[in-house]
């Protein structure tokens, strides 16, 4: 696992079409997959086509868990379904690390971000996201870059 150096950063909106579901923490490595599945048989049937990177988004955290909306940029905002929603996620201030290595090790990454965070007295918002590079065999040359939102 590589991380690179914490910063802050600032990042344009983006519209994105996700499905969503309310978990734990630890349910997110069995259930991204099949989320992500939903996103992508609504954009091969609909015709709508990705324009970026996929997205997982994290908010309304409690001690049961969290939501989590996961999918991928669209041009511009197409109607809603049972399954899938346009959502913008605003631009603004984040902090901001870059992971390389699995995806196991995310919750790590993410870990020390958040530190990183409480060390520098950054007060949060309350979302965070990461942003999946480019998919390759070689799970330690796999690039997630991870958000907080910064108030």
Known sequence: MTQSQCDIVSVESVTLAVTEAFTKQSEIPTRIRAMFDIVYAWARQSGIAQTGHNYAVYDQFSDNGMRMRVGFPVEKTVPDTSQIQCVELRGGRAAHITHRGPYSELGA????????????????????????????EDESQLETDIYIRLA
Do not use: F, I
């Open 109 to 136: 990454a993410n870990k020390q971000l958040y530190e990183w965070c409480v060390e520098q007295s950054l007060k949060m918002a309350g979302e965070s996201w990461e942003v999946y590079g480019d998919w390759t």
